[in-house]
């Protein structure tokens, strides 16, 4: 996601630096840093001793920014240097230039959270924004006020959004082919079956050739992502009929309701769903895995500072919601 930076441009508000910098073949920060010193101490020897040099050096720096304004900037007085006119026009100038320049190229602080614009943009199922996407919210509100947190869905098979910027996270069961995306594990998710009341796959325990024989209900968010249901099924030497292939995991259950077909999705969706839809829920012992849920991002946003927050506040959510109540915490999760 593209970020701007709008600083107060020093040299907007006083050109004095001009003549200095079009002096130059580059732009040379260290003179710049030598003219800020000698301006704040006064003297050679004061502005060496700032900036870590010899007098020498630092004298020569002088020569060449006298060579450079047409200013002897600082003249004797005495024992001391004092500045000129000109030397005092550029104090200010050249204070702020050599802030700004710092600036960018330090670190972002953390306490800079609360002043964060931003949009993250995360990929999940659908099912996960119901299940932590409140507490995200909350989190988000707190410690970074003036963000926004936009959930997609899985629906298209757009394998490039996190190299390309146009999502933040992306979590699901899928495997990146991307060779540089950072990932890492959530958690794992077990894998249920539920059915209308009184169809006969209900009867009996499951197995995998009863499994096999029903018609089916394939979740396929991302086309032609793995699949472990017909991967162990295949270890049997099986193959099950899809009748239906839906997209949105919740969609699968409520078409469950209304006919003689069996949904598999994961455990705490199906369960959720269940009662509310009158399904009774099989377990699949046969299936000797589950999927593991992963969150996944590309590497130009592993050190930015806000990202890592939200980072953060997903498996600290998820950890909430698994938690007995009157331990849940979300804001303020430690890495």
């Known amino acids: 996601m593209a970020a701007s930076l709008d600083l107060p441009n020093p040299l907007d508000q006083c050109n004095v630096l001009n003549p200095i910098l ?8 260290n003179l710049l840093r030598t003219l800020d010193a000698l301006l704040a101490a006064g003297s050679v020897t004061g502005a060496a001793e700032r900036l870590h040099l010899s007098v020498p050096a630092t004298s020569h720096a002088l020569a060449r920014l006298r060579e450079l304004t047409g200013d002897p900037l600082l003249v004797r007085a005495g024992r ?154 295949a270890a049997h030497g099986l193959t099950r009929r899809v009748v239906l292939t839906v997209a949105n995991a919740s969609a699968a259950p409520v078409i469950a309701a209304r006919g003689d077909f069996v949904a598999t999705l994961n455990e705490r969706l199906g369960r959720a769903m269940a009662p509310g839809l009158g399904l009774v829920v099989v377990p699949l012992p046969f299936l000797p895995r589950g999927e593991t849920v992963v969150m996944a991002w590309h590497p130009r946003h592993t050190a930015d500072p806000a990202h890592a927050w939200l980072r953060r506040q997903v498996p600290a959510a998820i950890a909430a919601a698994s938690a007995p109540r009157g331990f849940r915490r979300v804001s303020g999760a430690s890495t």
């Open 22 to 29: 079009h002096g130059m073949k580059t732009y040379d920060l």
């Open 80 to 233: 001391r240097l004092v500045p000129t006119p000109r030397a005092l026009a550029l104090r200010e100038p050249v204070a702020q230039w050599i802030a700004q320049a710092a600036a960018l190229v330090q670190p972002p602080r953390v306490d800079d959270l609360a002043s964060t614009e931003r949009r993250f943009v995360v990929r999940a199922p659908d099912g996960f924004a119901i299940a932590f996407g409140g507490a995200l919210g909350a989190a988000l509100a707190i410690e970074m006020p003036r963000a926004q947190l936009r959930f997609v869905t899985e629906t298209q098979d757009d394998d490039g959004a996190l190299r390309d910027g146009r999502v933040d996270l992306d979590i699901g069961t899928f495997r990146p082919r991307e060779p540089e995306i950072e990932v890492v594990e959530l958690y794992p998710q077990a894998l249920i079956a539920v059915v209308r009341a009184g169809h006969p796959f209900a009867a009996r325990p499951a197995t995998a050739r009863r499994y096999a024989a029903q018609l089916h209900i394939d979740v396929q968010r991302r086309p032609g992502a793995p699949s472990a249901v017909d991967e162990a099924l």
